[in-house]
């Protein structure tokens, strides 16, 4: 079957450019909200201080802000420049929890070591259970996103407990965490085969140019080769301001979470589509009496975009970005009209 091409390009992970001044764009997972202030002001100025200095201060803030030891903190040059390297380096076998985008880039990366896949599902059904955790070998680096996307899964404590026993390393993505309220950092320092990667790319803002970090155990870094990238000073110096402005960055973060619940409440109600309960900054939901591109067709034609993950098994899947409140009561008002039009067919 041919497909049409809004809907490829939909496929294919979004739009490369803005196609109507009416557009509403929720097909990403980005803050909405943007950088803070004092961050925008700090990208737009250059840095004063030598990079050392800016990264020696950014580790500080991230160390009072979520409490972590110092030398456990090494900056990153980005999220995904840090993981590919982490796959690059890896020694045995590679362990990955599809369906998910972590699963999908680890996949997609160079690599020289076999892989095994241990499925997730969606809500609750996502969890690690005893048995799969046993089939892992122990000489293994296990990489799971954790809250996943698109399914916006989470990894709790007793499965992180139960997956660092079961493998060698275990690598935990954590780049929506902000937007759940839950974090496996604690889990760092009482196990030395934790590697926690966080950034401030995807609820900060600060994604050009990116800032990561990631928190681990000397053991655990020799082991992956993971060391110090340090960040661009700019991206050093807006990744500070943010930190010490971050009651206000958390007030954004709250706004997502409000969106996000109101947005799961209302598609509760929508016949064609089943939502799915997510921790992370977008809402997925399962498309039911209507096929998904017929779904997705009729909201392109109305200038709304959302997200067809292209992972196998959620071939009825779409996901939803979370944006300002008055973007989420035009997505209402639209869905709320396609109703019947859609029922209808």
Known sequence: MQVEPHIARARA??????????????????????????????????????????????????????????????????????????????TGRLVTFPPSATASCVAALPRTVEMIHVARGAGHHG?????????????AVAVIGSPSDPLGSILGA?????????????????????????SALPLCLEFDNIVVLRTLETWAGLDNPPCAWAMTSPRAASF????ETAPDP???????????????VRATIGLVR???????????????????PSWGPFLSARVNIVARDTLVSSLLTRGVYIHIPPHPALERIVRVGIGSRSAMERLKSVLLALGPELVGQ
């Open 258 to 276: 409000e969106e996000r619940s109101r947005l799961y409440r209302l598609l509760r109600k929508l016949s064609y589509l089943e939502p799915i």
């Open 13 to 90: 992970g979004g739009w490369t450019g803005a196609e109507s001044k009416c557009e509403l764009r929720l097909d990403g997972v980005r803050q909405p909200f943007g950088p803070c202030p004092a961050a925008l002001q700090a990208m737009e100025t250059e840095p004063s201080l030598p990079s050392s200095h800016l990264a020696k201060q950014l580790r500080l803030e991230l160390a009072a802000a979520y409490r972590v030891p110092l030398d456990s903190i090494l900056l990153q040059d980005g999220i995904d420049k840090c993981l590919a390297g982490i796959i690059g380096r890896a």
């Open 234 to 248: 700019k991206a050093l110096a807006a990744g500070i301001a943010t930190l010490q402005n971050l009651p206000t």
């Open 127 to 139: 969890r690690i259970d005893v048995a799969c955790a046993t089939d892992i070998p122990e000489t």
């Open 224 to 227: 992956v080769g993971l060391s």
């Open 158 to 182: 007793a499965e992180a407990v139960r997956l660092a026993r079961a493998c060698r390393v275990l690598v935990i993505d954590e780049r929506f965490t902000e937007y759940s309220g839950f």
